[in-house]
């Protein structure tokens, strides 16, 4: 049997996409990338813009209507199956099944009933949420390790507390489970995952293990010659802790760059969307982190015309930016998003606007981002070296652990290694570099 798999929004969604792929390869079941012959294809979808949305039910018509030809079973799953879970089948009565986030351990019984000619199967919500298992692809050297998940902030704009319900985190005993297979796999670089990996808090009392508490675990237990970096996402800036920066200080296996959401460079509007910190204490922790890590580079989430923002919060957000130096930035603008309370306020900034105040934020990021870039030229460092260059098959491309890129001369077997290289100049936002170790 086959299966097709389409993937939307975050990372927790690839991961779980993942997972769902493991349930398939337990049952032997093959991925195929056509899915003119597939005898299940899973929509895994995201919720976050109403694009995203529409995105999804583009390809779910496309499917249904590919459903009058021949038999196959659909399923949609992921964070819009959560939202819509009991209007879906009604709106396109072709999917089979709308799985929500909290079902997606079941997915194997779909599985079991398609290969019985089937067409439904009753799906139970899990009273538990259980972490799915990291899938690994053999060859692969890279994994993303689930560690917590769930929202408790309720920022304003955002559907994630919505979809993917109240904080879980896992326990330790299973991600270092977990991170022994994958090293035992040749997986040399691991992104430990979450909505919000600062409030990883598992256990209670005396035993509750936190965030910096499963850093320094890990740390102490990581096998030498396995996993040789450790990155992690995403970081409220409310709940970086300096213990956390401390641990990270203390153990090189933590690479050098952290995610640090911002949103934006205006207490007024930081306080409308709920972020629960300031731009002076968020300014303070940029400082506490660059006193701990002085090599670490910093990326964050800009958004703008957000409700209310004036042309003096858009200013304060150019300040900001200008003051941290962000080595990227995911910058995009506000998009009422159906549930939130965002949408519902009455300060919409008109669509024109919001455009041309995110213009002019990319275009100081350019800047900015191209300047930090051009410091590094003539460092020596150490990089992960990921496939080869798309335009150039003598070329490999690599990670520096600042999360930058590097195009430089190599041959393919050094993929899934760790070399030195030597940063010669820079094109758009990669460098180009040359092996010196
Ligand atoms: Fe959404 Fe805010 Fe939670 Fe991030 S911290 S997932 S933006 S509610
Ligand atoms: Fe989208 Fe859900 Fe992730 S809304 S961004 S898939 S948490």
């Given at each position: ?232 996402v ?23 760059h952290i995610h640090l959401c911002v ?34 580079s910093l990326s964050t989430d ?24 962000f080595a990227y930035a995911f ?34 990021q350019?800047?900015?981002g ?32 600042q999360d930058m ?33």
């Amino acid at each position: 049997m086959r299966y097709f798999i389409e993937t939307y929004g975050c990372q927790m969604n690839k991961a779980e996409s993942s997972a769902l792929e493991t349930i398939c390869a337990e049952r032997a079941w093959q991925l195929t990338e056509d899915f003119e012959t597939a005898n299940l294809i899973i929509i895994n979808t995201c919720s976050v813009r109403i694009t995203a949305e529409n995105r999804a039910w583009a390809r779910i018509s496309h499917f249904a209507a590919m459903k009058k030809k021949r038999h196959f079973t659909l399923v949609v799953t992921g964070c819009m199956a959560e939202r819509l879970k009991h209007e879906m089948r009604e709106k396109q009565p072709a999917i089979d099944y709308v799985l929500g986030n909290f079902q997606k351990q079941a997915f194997g019984l779909i599985l079991d009933a398609s290969e019985a000619g089937k067409n439904s199967v009753v799906i139970e919500e899990s009273p538990v949420f259980e972490f799915a298992k990291s899938h690994w692809e053999s060859g692969s050297f890279r994994a993303f390790v689930p560690i917590m998940h769930g929202c408790d902030n309720f920022c304003s704009y955002c559907i994630v507390p919505y979809v993917r319900g109240r904080e879980i985190s896992r326990s330790p005993g299973a991600v270092m489970e977990e991170l022994a297979a994958l090293s035992a796999r040749g997986v040399k670089e691991v992104t430990l995952l979450g909505q919000n990996v600062n409030s990883y808090s598992y256990g209670t009392g005396l035993q509750r293990k936190t965030f910096p508490d499963l850093l320094e675990h890990i740390a102490a237990h990581i096998q030498r010659g396995g996993i040789e970096r450790i990155r992690f996402v995403t970081s409220h800036p409310k709940d970086l802790s300096e213990e956390t920066l401390r641990v990270l200080a203390a153990n090189p296996v933590f690479a050098r760059h952290i995610h640090l959401c911002v949103q934006h460079g205006s207490n007024a509007v930081l306080h409308a969307m709920n972020r629960n910190y300031t731009v002076e204490s968020y300014i303070a922790l940029v400082e506490l982190v660059r006193k701990y890590l002085p090599d670490a580079s910093l990326s964050t989430d800009i958004l703008m015309g957000f409700p209310g923002e004036t042309e003096a919060d858009v200013e304060a957000t150019l300040a900001l930016m200008k003051a941290v130096r962000f080595a990227y930035a995911f910058m995009y603008h506000f998009n009422p998003r159906e549930g939130t309370p965002a949408a519902a306020m009455d300060n919409q900034v008109p669509s024109a606007l919001k455009l041309a105040r995110l213009a002019r934020v990319i275009a100081l990021q350019k800047e900015i981002g191209s300047a930090l870039m051009q410091s590094f030229l003539g460092r020596e460092m150490l990089v992960l070296v990921e496939s080869l260059s798309r335009k150039n098959e003598a070329e490999i491309l690599a990670r520096t652990d600042q999360d930058m890129m590097v195009v430089c001369p190599g041959p393919a077997t050094l993929i899934g290694s760790f070399v030195k290289v030597k940063l010669l100049s820079l094109r758009g936002n990669t460098f180009r570099g040359i092996i010196v170790a």
